[in-house]
Nanobody, 131 residues
Framework: EVQLVESGGGLVQAGGSLRLSCAASGFTFDDYAIGWFRQAPGKEREGVSCISSSDGSTYYADSVKGRFTISSDNAKNTVYLQMNSLKPEDTAVYYC????????????????????????WGQGTQVTVSS
């Protein structure tokens, strides 16, 4: 059975940090672009970040650049999202997504469109940042 399972969410004060994990089972990360989306109540889903499994290239939404870092451990089939300097506007449910692409590339500035039609999605983990 193919699964993506997120963990690491929680409640943190503004300025704090959290690290989210996305563990995959039933498939390997090879040839997959992996990334994170988030959705706050009453708002549209927002792409956060993408990492290419082949070369480790990373891409970020402008709203999180310089604060969030995506990384992967292909041996563990796990992707991480390190979130620093958190703001109340980062409060959302965070979802992990995986999309099979040529060489697992995110395709640069097209990463959001590529990943938004992901092959696999996790169930989400809540991140709440208090002011």
């Amino acid at each position: 059975e193919v699964q993506l399972v997120e963990s690491g969410g929680g409640l943190v004060q503004a300025g704090g940090s959290l690290r989210l994990s996305c563990a995959a089972s039933g498939f390997t990360f090879d040839d997959y672009a992996i990334g994170w989306f988030r959705q706050a109540p009453g708002k549209e889903r927002e792409g956060v970040s993408c990492i290419s499994s082949s070369d480790g290239s990373t891409y970020y939404a402008d709203s999180v650049k310089g604060r969030f870092t995506i990384s992967s451990d292909n041996a563990k089939n796990t992707v991480y999202l390190q979130m620093n300097s958190l703001k109340p506007e980062d409060t959302a449910v965070y979802y992990c997504a995986a999309k099979r692409t040529l060489y697992g590339l995110c395709y640069g500035s097209s990463w959001y469109g590529i990943l938004s039609v992901g092959d696999y999605w996790g169930q989400g983990t809540q991140v709440t940042v208090s002011s």
